[in-house]
């Protein structure tokens, strides 16, 4: 089987920064992927590691550690649009090889003015 | 542009009703997905289909199913509805043309069902 753990709600000030942790247990490994999703709409995929290290994009970057089994999410420079909820999940190597993924519960950031 | 469509936005149907929602991509994706998402449990797997015809068990599919008939078109089937159904449901699809495709879903924008 397979677990994802992430916090359920983070707060920050526009302009800061945010590290969204995600600690993962599987028997299998492919990679740690990250998921945004606003109110009332759809998850949209943001990131994705499949291999050790931080992966950036614009003012968001994503790091994975497999020896840790450890990932986190980091928002820069945060905006208002960024009050979303964020996904983390994986793939579980030894039950799916087709691309079925794991989803943690999913942590809400909330940015203040 | 990538593009993954749903039948209905929201659909309101009354207990015992069998329920079609439709799902159509159109990026020539193999894998196809059905979530239900509610608050508090994240999102959660129903079923998926990795090839036409082709079709696997998720977390809950208890009172669903499925048909993929055509490599574009997943359908989800509530064959007798029950409040307990009453919920946001999404599609997803991604490809298996190498390990990140395989991970990167694309989502539908929902639909949300209400079984009075």
């Known amino acids: 089987g397979q677990s994802l753990e992430q916090p359920s709600e983070v707060t920050a000030v526009e302009g800061a920064i945010v590290q969204i942790n995600c600690t993962y247990q599987?028997?299998?490994?492919?990679?740690l992927s990250w998921y945004q999703q606003h109110d009332g709409g759809a998850p949209t995929f943001l990131s994705y590691n499949g291999l050790d290290g931080l992966e950036e994009t614009g003012r968001f970057s994503s790091f994975l550690s497999r020896s840790d089994s450890y990932g986190y999410l980091l928002l820069q420079e945060l905006q208002m649009k960024d009050s979303a909820s964020y996904f983390c999940?994986?793939?579980?190597?030894?039950?799916?090889?087709?691309?079925?993924?794991?989803f943690g519960a999913g942590t809400q950031v909330v940015v203040t003015p | 542009d990538v593009k993954v469509t749903q039948s209905s936005r929201y659909l309101v149907k009354r207990t015992g009703e069998k329920v079609f929602l439709e799902c159509v991509q159109d990026m020539d994706h193999e894998n196809m997905f059905w979530y239900r998402q509610d608050p508090g449990l994240g999102l959660r797997l129903i079923y998926f289909s990795y090839d036409v015809k082709m079709k696997e068990k998720g977390d809950i599919p208890e009172g669903y199913s499925v048909s993929r008939e055509k490599k574009e078109r997943f359908s989800l089937i509530l064959e007798s509805a029950s409040t307990n159904q009453t919920s946001m449901y999404l599609c997803?699809?991604?490809?298996?043309?190498?390990?990140?495709?395989?991970?990167?879903?694309?989502f539908g924008p929902g639909t949300r069902l209400l079984v009075l």
């Open positions: 997803a699809s991604s490809s298996r043309r190498d390990r990140k495709s395989t991970e990167t879903q694309y």
């Open positions: 999940a994986v793939r579980d190597r030894t039950t799916d090889s087709w691309g079925k993924l794991q």
């Open positions: 599987t028997s299998g490994f492919y990679g």
